[in-house]
C-alpha cells in the first residue's frame, strides 16, 4: 500500500509541481524528524505516508513554501525569484565558488571558464564556520565533522594524485569512498540538485552535469563553502550573472561528452553555501541492450570498490545492479522509489524522494564512513612518508656521492690503495689466477696487441715502432710459437710452461727481454756491403784526413744502432705491456680481502675502495688510466736509458773496447804494502801513472797496422776483414751490456713504479673535459631527483596534517 501511495504522489508531483511542494514540505519535515528512529517505528511512519494522497487538495500555507525549498525542475518557473526573496531575509547571504578539474592519468586539474570565483584542489581552505543546511536550525557537531572531512579528504586526493607513479599512492586514492549514483536520469539529476543546495541554479547545474550524452565518469566534489567567504552567493546571482555561472559548469561538463567511451573519470569540484560535502560519482548510461566493454570495466572499478557506497535510486536494474557488486547491501543505499520498494539495506524514508532530506542523509553516512576510515588513511600515509622519507636519504647520498669534487677525491683515494695492493702483487700473491698466461700465451697476445698498433706507450714509443720491432724478432723464428719454443727448450727460461702473474710472471718478463737483447746481430746485407761503406765513410774531415779510428766508429753506427735499437724498444714494449697486464691480478687480489682470514692482515681500505673501482665507471676509468699511464712513464724511462748507451757505445766504440782494470786483490800484497812504511806512496804513485797511460792510449780494437793511421781507400779492401772482425766484437760487447741494462733497469723501473711512479699518478688524476661534463650532468639530475622527492616529502607531510586535523 505504502508503494502505490508513492506512486500516486510521484505521478501527482509531476502533474502539479506548486501543489507537490505545499505538500512534500509538512512531510518532510516529519521524515528529517523520523529519520533518526529505530526499526521498531517504521509502522507509524508508513501510517503517516498514507494520509499523504488525501492532503494533496488542502490550501498551501505560504509559510511552509518559504520554510522548505524544493528545486524546479526547470529554472524559469515564476515563484523563483520570490522564493529566493523571502528566503535570503532568513538566512545570511554568502558567495558561493565553482572549480571544475579535469581527472587525467597524472589527475591534474583545470578550472570552470566563467566561473565567478574559483578555488584549486590543493589550496582549498577548510571552513571554519557551520553552514547553514537545506532547512533553518542549529549546524550540529556531525555536519561540522562532515565538511571537516570532506575538505580534508579534498586536499589529501589533491596531493596525492599529483603522486601516482609513487608506490602504494594508487592504493590510497582507491580508499577514498565515493557515492555512485544508480538509477534513472531524472532521479540522479534529482539527487545532485538537493545536493548542490537551495539556489534558483540548483536545477539548471544539475541536468548539465547529468547528461545523457556523458561518455566518461563524472566525479563530483561537493564542499559547503565557509558563509562569508570568498566564494560567490549563488541565490543572489540573477540575470547575467547566474548564467554565466551555469555557463562555467555546462562548458566544464561537456568534456565529458562525446562519442568515444572512456573510463578515466572527469573529476570536478563545485563549492557554494549550503552545498553538501559528498564525493558523487556518476557513471554513463549503457545506450542499449548489450553492455560495453569499457562500461562493464567502469561498473567494476567504482560498484566492485569496497570503498564506495551504493546509492540506489530506483527499483530494478539498477537495484540488481547493487545486488550484483554488494550482495549483502552493505554498502546500499537506497533512496526514492528503491527505498520503498525494499527495506534491507540502509533505507531512508520513502516519502523523501531525492529531497534535501535525503542529501543531508547521505551526507551523514558519507562523514560518518569517512570518520571511521581516517585512522586507516592516516596510517598509509604515514607508511608513505617512511619511504619518501627513505627515498629522500638516499638520493641525498647518491647526490652526494657524484658531486665532481667527492668523485675525484674517491678516484684519487682508491688510486693510491690500488698501488699499494701492486706492491703486495708483485711480492708474490698466492691463489690469484687472474690474468694468468703461460710464456706462449703472453708472447701471442703481446704480438696480436703489437699488431694492431696497441703495443706504445703513448710518448716516445709509437705502436708503429712496436709493431715493427716485434716483427724483426719474432721473424728471426718464423713467427712467436718458434720464439716461445726457443725460450723452452734451447734457453729454458723457469716457468715458460706454467701460467703466471704477479711478481712470478714479472721475473719471467726480465729472463725472456734479457734472452731477447742478447740476440739481435747486424744485418747480413750491412755486413756484405762493408767495403761500400768504409769507403762512404771515409775522407777529408774538418780536422784533415780520417783516419781508421773515425771510419771504424762511423761504420759502428751504421751497422749496430738500428738492430740494437730495435731490440731495445721490444725490451720497452714488453714492460709496459705486462705492467698493464696487472690491473686485473691487482683487483682480485684486493677482492680477496674482502673476507676470509686474510682480510684480518691487511687493510679494510682495499675491500671499500675495491667496491668503489666496482661501482663507478668513472673512478674505475680514471685509475686505469692513471695507472696505464704510470706504467707507460717507467717503460718509456727504461727506453731513454738503454738508447742513451746505445748511442754512446755506437759513437764512441774505442771506450767501450778498452781493457778492464785488473784489480789485484791479493790480500799478502796489501799487507805488505802497509809494512813498507814510506815507499808504498810511490808505488801507488806508479800505479796511478799505469792506469792514466792506459786508459788514454789506443784502445786495442783494432790492428796495430791500423792505429793512428790515415785511411785510405785503396787498402779498404785488404783492411776491412780484420775491422769486420773487430766490428762484430764490438757489436757483441754493446748488445751484453744493453742486455744487463735491460735486465737490471727493468727491476729497478718496478720498484720505482710502486714505490713512486703510481702515487704520482694518482695525486694527480684530474677529470677530463668529457667526463666533467657527464659528471655534472648526472649531479644535476641527481639533484633534481632530491628536489622532486623533498616536494613529494612535502605534500605526503601535508596530507598527514590534514587527516591528524580530522582525527583530532
Known sequence: LAQELLHLGCAMRRKNPTAAVAQAAPNRQAAGASAQLPEEKESARAAKEAQLPQQAPSAQPSKKIKKELIDPPTPSRS?????????????????????????????????????????????????????????????????????????????????????????????????????????????????????????????????????????????????CSESGSEAADLRAM?????????????????????????????????????????????????????????????????????????????????????????????????????????????????????????????????ATLCCEKAPQWLAGVERLEGRLSRARQEASEAAQAEDTDEVLRKARAA?????????????????????????????????????????????????????????????????????????????????ADVPLNGGAAWQRLLSEIEVAMRLSHPPVKKLEMLALSAVRCGGTGVHGHQRWEDVSAKLMLSIAYEPLRQRVRYVAARVAWVLRKQKATVAEWMATLSEGPAARFHSPLFSQHLQILRSSPIVRDLVFGAFDGAASAVADQVLKNLEGTLTAGCINPQIMLRPHTEPDMDPSKITSLTTRGGRSSGEARQRVKKEMMTRSGPSGGLPKQLRDRVFEPSEAVRTLPFVEVELRRAFGVLSTILANQAFAFADTTMAALCRRQVDEAMSQIEFSPEQLKALSARHAELEAVVREVSNRLQSVRQCIVALKSVRG
Open 79 to 223: 515563484h523563483q525569484p520570490q522564493l529566493g526573496e523571502a528566503q535570503t531575509s532568513k538566512r545570511t547571504r554568502s558567495r558561493d565558488a565553482i572549480e571544475a578539474s579535469r581527472s587525467t592519468d597524472a589527475a591534474a586539474s583545470s578550472g570552470v571558464a566563467g566561473a565567478p570565483a574559483a578555488t584549486t584542489a590543493a589550496s582549498a581552505p577548510a571552513p571554519k564556520t557551520a553552514r547553514t543546511g537545506p532547512s533553518s536550525g542549529p549546524v550540529s557537531r556531525a555536519q561540522r565533522a562532515g565538511r571537516s572531512v570532506a575538505w580534508a579528504l579534498s586536499s589529501v586526493r589533491s596531493h596525492l594524485e599529483a603522486l601516482t607513479d609513487v608506490e602504494g599512492v594508487r592504493e590510497l586514492l582507491d580508499r577514498f569512498p565515493e557515492c555512485v549514483l544508480l538509477g534513472g536520469i531524472a532521479a540522479r539529476r534529482e539527487l545532485v540538485a538537493a545536493l548542490l543546495g537551495e539556489h534558483p541554479h540548483a536545477t539548471s547545474a544539475a541536468a548539465a552535469l547529468v547528461a545523457p550524452g556523458m561518455r566518461q565518469p563524472v566525479a563530483l566534489e561537493l564542499r
Open 238 to 366: 540573477q540575470g547575467p550573472e547566474g548564467q554565466l555561472w551555469l555557463q562555467g559548469v555546462a562548458q566544464a561538463a561537456a568534456q565529458a561528452l562525446g562519442s568515444r567511451l572512456k573510463t578515466e573519470p572527469l573529476r570536478l569540484r563545485l563549492s557554494a553555501v549550503g552545498c553538501a560535502n559528498l564525493d558523487v560519482v556518476d557513471l554513463p548510461e549503457r545506450g542499449g541492450t548489450v553492455t560495453p566493454p569499457k562500461v562493464e570495466e567502469m561498473r567494476v572499478r567504482y560498484l566492485g570498490s569496497a570503498a564506495n557506497l551504493l546509492v540506489c535510486l530506483e527499483p530494478g536494474a539498477a537495484l540488481e545492479l547493487c545486488r550484483r557488486f554488494d550482495p549483502g547491501l552493505r554498502r546500499t543505499i537506497l533512496l526514492g522509489a528503491a527505498a520503498a520498494s525494499s527495506r534491507i539495506g540502509d533505507p531512508l524514508p520513502a516519502s523523501t524522494l531525492c529531497g534535501p532530506t535525503a542529501a543531508r542523509s547521505l551526507e551523514a553516512r558519507f
Open 415 to 495: 688510486g693510491i690503495s690500488f698501488g699499494r695492493a701492486l706492491q703486495h702483487v708483485v711480492s708474490g700473491a698466492p691463489g690469484c689466477s687472474s690474468g694468468a698466461l703461460t710464456l706462449e700465451e703472453e708472447l701471442f697476445e703481446f704480438a696480436a696487441a703489437a699488431a694492431k698498433g696497441h703495443g706504445g706507450t703513448g710518448g716516445a714509443l709509437s705502436g708503429k715502432d712496436v709493431a715493427a720491432a716485434a716483427a724483426d724478432l719474432f721473424g728471426c723464428f718464423d713467427g712467436v710459437e718458434g720464439y716461445s719454443n726457443y725460450l723452452r727448450t734451447e734457453v729454458g727460461v723457469a716457468g
